[in-house]
């Protein structure tokens, strides 16, 4: 057996993080599902009619629906692979998590604005956005400085 180098110690990856990592990894089948769901009922397709027909339907109850499901795709793959990174503790994907966690929560106010709200999307995303801002996740993806060190 080798011995583990002292300078090449592998860093301590706190619960919180491997929490977020799954939940990101495993929203990617329920992402999925829904846009399956979706095109079965046909919303797809009235979708794409809708929004080529006419522009000024993107500022409306439906063009919001229309943009959610022109996302759906790009964001499964987002999160899939900000998932894989977070469990690596790759320091860019905490920032890519956040942003999305955020966007998706300005995405979910506007639809509540139009439409009934989703409150359980709207929790999940507050308790990863308070989950990612642990002290001990923060400090495994280095994001700001420790309290005991001066800042430069």
Request: net charge positive.
């Amino acid at each position: 057996m080798k011995k583990a180098e002292v300078g090449k110690a592998k860093p301590r990856r706190p619960g919180s993080v491997v929490v977020a990592g799954w939940c990101a990894i495993l929203a990617v089948p329920l992402i999925l599902g829904r846009f399956l769901l979706l095109a079965v009922n046909g919303q797809v397709e009235a979708a794409i009619a809708s929004a080529s027909g006419n522009p000024a339907l993107w500022i409306s109850p439906q063009g919001l629906q229309n943009l959610a499901l022109a996302l759906i795709l790009p964001i499964a793959v987002i999160s899939l692979v900000t998932g894989i990174a977070i469990l690596s503790l790759k320091r860019w994907s905490w920032v890519v998590l956040m942003l999305f966690l955020a966007l998706a929560l300005v995405l979910n106010l506007a639809r509540a604005y139009f439409r009934v709200p989703e409150y359980g999307l709207m929790l999940i995303y507050t308790l990863l956005a308070l989950l990612l801002n642990q002290p001990d996740v923060r400090r495994a993806f280095r994001i700001g400085s420790p309290d005991h060190e001066p800042i430069e």
